[in-house]
């Protein structure tokens, strides 16, 4: 799956869109390298999110296309 598409599906991110800027904007790095949206996230990645000032590190767990609202912290773990 799409980073992009994950970290919507997942609620890391709200919209795909804010995603897709995130990641144009060099603030979303996978493994500690810095990636496209149309990276391919697997089961194990690690990824880094930049949120202004504040770091969100998380290990993906499952790759879902469709997820409800209550499970959508289910598919990763926030490491720090």
């Given at each position: 799956?799409?980073?992009?598409?994950?970290?919507?599906?997942?609620?890391?991110?709200?919209r795909r869109t804010v995603a897709n800027d995130a990641c144009d904007a060099a603030r979303?790095?996978?493994?500690?390298?810095?990636?496209?949206?149309?990276?391919?996230?697997?089961?194990?990645?690690?990824?880094?999110?930049?949120?202004?000032?504040?770091?969100?590190?998380?290990?993906?767990?499952?790759?879902?296309?469709?997820?409800?609202?209550?499970?959508?912290?289910?598919?990763?773990?926030?490491?720090?």
């Open positions: 799956m799409r980073l992009d598409k994950f970290l919507k599906v997942s609620r890391i991110i709200k979303v790095s996978v493994n500690g390298r810095v990636v496209k949206a149309s990276y391919d996230v697997k089961v194990g990645d690690v990824l880094e999110i930049t949120f202004g000032q504040r770091l969100m590190k998380v290990r993906v767990k499952d790759v879902k296309e469709y997820t409800a609202k209550n499970d959508a912290a289910l598919l990763y773990e926030v490491i720090e």
